[in-house]
């Protein structure tokens, strides 16, 4: 049963325009959530988290929003720049149990010149 | 700039052998893990420590084990590999503190043959 769904396996975004990643999660004691970036063959880079606290965290080009009542956020980059091309991650902590991040299946981003 | 290193990136290896897939980073950090990652699949954790001397099973089962003998060093260990092994596995730590990031090392593809 997957707590943390990334439904869409793919987009593609023009330079210069808003790419949209969205999240969806079950787990009610998720309490950080955080967007992890990933090349091929390399670790995953953090890119920028939000506390359940907050409903916007913001950071250059990318923001964050968390909607608790319906346990969706979204990652919003703009402009979109063609090395902004990887898969995204979203991942949840219930940071006062495990500490471990469940994490999404990613979605593919490309970003078309 | 994260400090955690994994090797080998690559290892292709035969059935039935013994492999240690090593993890080290700078950071102090008391937390460590390490992922098991297909293509186009969320990342599963398969292992966890808290510090020294302590080691846990992640929620994917894994036939790997685990030791925690430094601060800094993470290593695991399969006993004899299979096909079935074949994966990408990340090496991450983190801070002591509750809601922080996790820093992920640059992996280690293996191969299994």
């Known amino acids: 049963d997957q707590q943390v769904k990334q439904n869409s396996p793919s987009l593609s975004v023009q330079e210069g325009r808003i790419s949209i990643l969205n999240c969806d999660y079950t787990n009610s004691m998720f309490d950080y959530f955080l967007w992890y970036k990933k090349y091929p063959a390399e670790g995953p880079t953090f890119l920028i988290s939000i506390s359940s606290i907050k409903d916007k965290n913001e950071d250059g080009r990318f923001t964050v929003f968390l909607n608790k009542s319906a346990k969706h956020l979204s990652l919003h980059i703009v402009p979109s720049q063609p090395g902004d091309s990887a898969v995204y991650f979203c991942?949840?902590?219930?940071?006062?149990?495990?500490?471990?991040?469940?994490f999404g299946k990613g979605t593919k981003l490309s970003v078309i010149p | 700039e994260a400090d955690i290193y994994q090797t080998p990136r690559y290892l292709v290896i035969g059935t039935g052998k013994k492999i240690t897939l090593e993890c080290s980073q700078t950071m102090g950090h008391d937390k460590m893990y390490w992922y098991q990652q297909d293509p186009g699949m969320e990342l599963h954790l398969i292992h966890y420590?808290?510090?020294?001397?302590?080691?846990e099973k992640g929620d994917l089962s894994s036939e790997s084990t685990v030791s925690r003998i430094r601060t800094e060093h993470f290593p695991l260990t399969l006993e004899s590999a299979r096909p079935s092994h074949t994966s990408q596995y990340l090496c991450a730590s983190s801070a002591r503190a509750s809601n922080t990031e996790a820093f992920f090392g640059q992996g280690t593809r293996l191969t299994v043959v």
């Open positions: 991942a949840a902590s219930d940071g006062a149990g495990s500490y471990q991040l469940t």
């Open positions: 420590s808290y510090g020294v001397n302590s080691t």
